[in-house]
């Protein structure tokens, strides 16, 4: 297999699919030669533009299609389907090892078919599509290294190479420079931005400790706040300003790339377990972020400069979108002053 046909499943979400990256990376360090695909969801494929380990995208929309399910989505499957078998994949990866990822390993007609070890898939039934497993692998491992285990199990010996590659044009980069030129205030201080956002309930820290974390670090550390929102968050960072003895700056609408390049301005950012978490971290931007549900060892910002604060209970890493005990309690015992101290404790440092 000189030049064999790759196809990466990744669909989701946008942290997943940032923590992906490195596998197309180490495949095209392993084999320069191989064509490599990769299908995502529609919404998530700026984050591959331009990316040098990338050969092409399928995009897809499953969410789209579930909600819809009409002629016009069967037709669309049905395409998906047969561009799939067109490519002749000699090999595709399954990184979800979910029913769905396992049900499309099937459909591309791949001879070679890797997915996790039944004890590792998010459904176990997915281990009925793969026909070469990796190994088990029990926890302690970043879910970055976990990949890259799976991808030995494809390929043998490679040479692992951890690269995030993020490319975010220029007329972008130049647009966020264009905001920050017309705040000036904004940019006399370092900038510490704050990410109240979370993909579920659960992983979200009460927003009155984001405004008082905020002040504390405007006050106390003599930073500029910027507070960053995605879809449908633009409410939550409203509330916090609102509640705000200091001054802050809402940080304007941003597409996926557009936030990178507004990330890349900023001296720290803090986030909960959430795709713009990792989007910084990816940018080599330091992070604090707070984690409850989530282990942040499997699922926490991958590289060094950056600090998690979490608590450990008996409930801990529950991995549920709703607290199964209706308290969050792995999140409410998380203080605003741990969390000050850890950006302090970060700021403190660098400062050295």
């Known amino acids: 297999m000189n030049a064999p046909k790759i196809l990466i499943l990744k669909f989701s979400a946008l942290g997943d699919v940032v923590h992906t990256l490195p596998i197309a990376a180490t495949i095209r360090k392993s084999l320069p030669h191989a064509q490599i695909v990769w299908m995502v969801e529609e919404r998530f494929q700026d984050l591959l533009r331009d990316n040098p ?96 285990t799976l991808l030995q199990t494809a390929l043998g010996k490679i040479e692992e190479t951890k690269k995030f590659p993020l490319q975010v044009p220029n007329e972008m980069d130049e647009k966020m420079a264009l905001y920050f030129s017309q705040n000036p205030e904004l940019t006399q201080k370092p900038i510490i931005g704050i990410n109240p956002g979370a ?86 931007i330091p992070t604090v972020s707070i984690f409850g549900p989530t282990d942040p060892v499997r699922n926490g910002a991958y590289g060094t400069d950056h600090e998690v604060v979490y608590k450990m209970l008996s409930c801990s890493f529950c991995w549920k979108k709703t607290c199964p005990l209706g308290t969050k309690e792995c999140m409410q015992q998380v203080s605003v002053d741990e969390v000050f101290q850890a950006v302090k404790d970060h700021q403190q440092i660098k400062n050295k």
């Not at 300003?241 to 507004?262: G, H, N, R, V, Y």
């Open 53 to 148: 380990d990338v050969d092409e995208i399928i995009p897809i929309r499953t969410k789209v299609w579930r909600k819809n399910w009409n002629r016009k989505t069967l037709d669309e499957v049905l395409s998906t389907i047969r561009t799939l078998r067109q490519h002749q994949f000699d090999l595709v990866l399954d990184l979800h090892g979910l029913l769905k990822s396992g049900i499309i390993a099937k459909l591309s007609g791949a001879p070679t078919r890797i997915g996790f070890h039944r004890k590792n898939c998010k459904e176990k039934i997915n281990s009925l599509f793969t026909n070469k497993k990796g190994p088990y692998m029990a926890g302690g491992l970043h879910v970055v290294d976990m990949y890259l």
């Open 199 to 284: 993909g579920f309930e659960s992983k979200q820290w009460p927003l009155n400790r984001f405004a008082e974390l905020a002040d504390l670090i405007s006050e106390k550390l003599n930073h500029s706040i910027m507070l960053t929102w995605g879809p449908g968050e633009e409410f939550k960072v409203e509330q916090i300003s609102a509640q705000m003895k200091q001054k802050c700056w809402i940080a304007p609408p941003t597409s996926i790339l557009e936030s990178i390049a507004l990330y890349k301005q900023m001296a720290l950012l803090v986030s909960c377990d959430s795709g713009p978490l990792h989007l910084a971290a990816a940018s080599d």
